[in-house]
Nanobody
């Protein structure tokens, strides 16, 4: 099993930046892709960004050019650098990794005030 612990959420003004981190532990040898999803109140969880073991990245159209995902395989950690934040980015952000199963973190709240 893989356990995920997120950090870095918080309250920021529009135009500001936050960096999310997610550290994986446990059976980390099984991890392939890593990424971040968000879930706004009353809405479905949607992909924000993902990164494969080889470093290929994928972004939601809404965050392209503003968010950057990166990965430190030695530390089993994935990061999400979020710049030029907008109020519509407000959501709970969940760390996700794929291995034998899909694993999820507990989520971290990101609130962007206008």
């Amino acid at each position: 099993q893989v356990q995920l612990v997120e950090s870095g959420g918080g309250l920021v003004q529009a135009g500001g930046s936050l960096r999310l981190s997610c550290a994986a532990s446990g059976t980390t040898f099984e991890i392939n892709a890593m990424g971040w999803y968000l879930q706004a109140p009353g809405k479905q969880r949607v992909l924000v960004a993902s990164i494969t073991k080889g470093g290929s990245t994928n972004y939601a159209d809404s965050v392209k050019g503003r968010f950057t995902i990166s990965r430190d395989s030695a530390k089993n950690t994935v990061y999400l650098q979020m710049n030029s934040l907008k109020p519509e980015d407000t959501a709970v952000y969940y760390c996700w990794v794929s291995g034998r199963f899909d694993y999820w973190g507990r989520g971290t709240q990101v609130t962007v005030s206008s």
